[in-house]
């Protein structure tokens, strides 16, 4: 029972940076571990980054860790991704993943029960 609409996508240089927004709306959001996603044409769904319910626990794809940074704002039912050091292979629809049943250090692992509809992030060279 949770909504979740992404937006922040866009075209970026190399080098640049970025921050995605997914906004939740439903019943109990901060009950719902959070995270992101990207897929590439042609490509796999791909693990980004993940939060835990309260925020206080994050975890990261090796590709992203030191350059992108996930945060959520209960009071405001958001979450989002800060993308700094953009490179051409981030290029992705990025997409707004939620789930109750699991914790963020097992987020990866598992298929999730409410996604977003997508943004779509193109990163030049």
């Known amino acids: 029972q949770v909504q979740l609409v992404e937006s922040g996508g866009g075209l970026v240089q190399a080098g640049g940076s970025l921050r995605l927004s997914c906004a939740a709306s439903g019943r109990a959001v901060s009950t719902y571990t959070m995270g992101w996603f990207r897929q590439a044409p042609g490509k796999e769904r791909e693990f980004v980054a993940a939060i835990s319910r309260s925020g206080g626990s994050t975890y990261y794809a090796d590709s992203v860790k030191g350059r992108f940074t996930i945060s959520r704002d209960n009071a405001k039912n958001t979450v989002y991704l800060r993308m700094n050091s953009l490179k051409p292979e981030d290029t992705a629809v990025y997409y707004c993943?939620?789930?109750?049943?699991?914790?963020?250090?097992?987020?990866?692992?598992?298929?999730?029960?409410?996604w977003g509809q997508g943004t779509q992030v193109t990163v030049s060279s």
């Open positions: 993943a939620a789930d109750k049943r699991y914790s963020a250090d097992v987020f990866q692992t598992y298929e999730h029960d409410y």
